[in-house]
C-alpha cells in the first residue's frame, strides 16, 4: 500500500496563511459574534462545541451570564488558553496552522496569503488549469485593515502580545508582521 506521503508527491499541493489577528477576527465574526448574517454558522458551531458556554465559564466571573453576547476580547482570550492547552481539541478556525495543515510535514509547492490573495489565486489557479476558461474563481474577500483596526482598538496590549506568544510559531513560519495591531 502507497503511503500517505507518496500519494501526496502526486498532487498540487498548495494553501493560504492569513495574519494570525486577522485570522481570529475572522473566526469571531463568522462563529461567535451575535448579529444578522452569521446565524446559522454561529449556531451550528455553538451546538457542536458547546463554544459560547466554553468561552463564558473560562472568561467570565459571572459564569452564568449568558445572556450578554460573547465579546471579542473574550474569544481572544479563550483562544490564547486553547493554543496553551493542545493536549485537549482546539478548533481548526483558531489553532496555529501548523496543528491544521501539518506544513513541517508537507512539502506544499505553494503557499499563499490572504493579503495578496487575488494574485495568489490567480497563480495556483493558472498552476492546475491548463484551459484559461477554467481559471474562473469568485471575487475574493482579503483581509479588511480597517475593520481589524477597529476591532482591536480596544483590546489591550497585553492581550494582543499573549496572542502573538500564542501563534509564535505561525509569526515564525510565516513572517507575519508583530505589533501591527
Sequence with gaps: MEKWSEKLNKYYKFAFVRHPLERLLSTYLSKVEEREGNTEARKFINKQMNLKSNIISMTR???????????????????????????????????????????????????????????????????IYQNKEDRWFPECNPSNNKIAMDYYRNISKKLIGDVEDAYKFDFDLFGFEKGRY
Aim: charged share 30%.
Design 61 to 127: 466571573k459571572d459564569k452564568k451570564d449568558t445572556a450578554s453576547p460573547v465579546t471579542f476580547e473574550e474569544f481572544l482570550k479563550y483562544a490564547v488558553f486553547d493554543n496553551q492547552h493542545p493536549e485537549d481539541y482546539v478548533d481548526i478556525h483558531w489553532c496555529q496552522y501548523n496543528d491544521a495543515c501539518h506544513f513541517c510535514e508537507i512539502d506544499y509547492d505553494f503557499i499563499g496569503s490572504f493579503e495578496t490573495l487575488d494574485d495568489d489565486l490567480s497563480y495556483v489557479l493558472t498552476q
